[in-house]
């Protein structure tokens, strides 16, 4: 694995142009444009969708008919949840959500309350709809924060890039293209090849990590209850 100076280094190489030495050198401009276009590309591949190697799994305990919860407490990388799944650990009913403004107001003010649990994700906080029962254990999985490993602390998480020796999360190839055609769009030169080439990585590298499904192509019948699958609910041991 490759640090992030490293591959800044590669980057240089490939445009053309002095290699840094210190991206945390303050007092050269080749290096904090290295080091500001590195975080651009890195910040950049974060917001680009749920990454397999960003998903981790979250533990909600609720206490004291709470409604509200900070996420980054419960989680200290948090990004953002993933769609469709909150479950209550160890039990078949499924936390719904999250309801759109309308059926909150709904249930909230016109006395049109659901059996369910009932959330909604709101400045950071996960909110529910009616105080949930206390104690109960919520499981969720989130895209972490994270960007670069710290290979000088053990490879420590982190959300940003402190150190020359940090290590990317991700593919370096895509971090690498994506220095380079940022280096060519902040000194003014054209991009577009290098950009669209970046572009095709990307989407070819998430494309990948994506979860999928073996297809039956027996023709017989599948019966997803008999076959113990269940869809949006956990199933109680």
Request: glycine residues 6%; charged residues 25%.
């Amino acid at each position: 694995m490759h640090s992030i100076l490293e591959i800044c280094q590669e980057a240089a190489s490939l445009v053309a142009t002095q290699k840094p030495n210190d991206l945390f050198d303050e007092d050269s401009q080749q290096e904090a444009v290295f080091l500001s276009i590195a975080k651009d590309t890195l910040d950049s591949l974060l917001r680009y969708g749920d990454w397999q190697e960003l998903t981790k799994e979250g533990v909600l305990r609720t206490a004291g008919k709470k409604t509200s919860y900070l996420l980054t407490a419960i989680c200290p990388d948090f990004y953002s949840i993933l769609n469709n799944t909150i479950y209550i650990k160890d039990s078949a009913e499924r936390v719904i959500g999250a309801i759109t403004p309308q059926d909150w107001m709904r249930e909230k003010y016109f006395n049109c309350p659901s059996a369910d649990v009932r959330f909604k994700i709101q400045n950071g906080m996960i909110k529910f709809l009616t105080p949930p029962p206390d104690g109960i254990k919520i499981v969720f999985q989130y895209r972490s924060s994270t960007i670069v490993f710290d290979a000088a602390n053990g490879y420590e998480e982190k959300s940003e890039i402190t150190k020359n020796t940090d290590v990317p999360v991700f593919d370096e190839f895509l971090v690498k293209k994506g220095i380079v055609w940022r280096w060519y769009k902040r000194n003014g030169m054209d991009y577009t090849e290098e950009y669209n080439e970046y572009e095709r990585e990307v989407k070819v590298k998430f494309g990948a990590g994506l979860a999928t499904q073996d297809i039956d192509l027996s023709g017989g019948y599948f019966d997803p209850v008999e076959a113990g699958v269940y869809v949006n609910a956990a199933k109680a041991n």
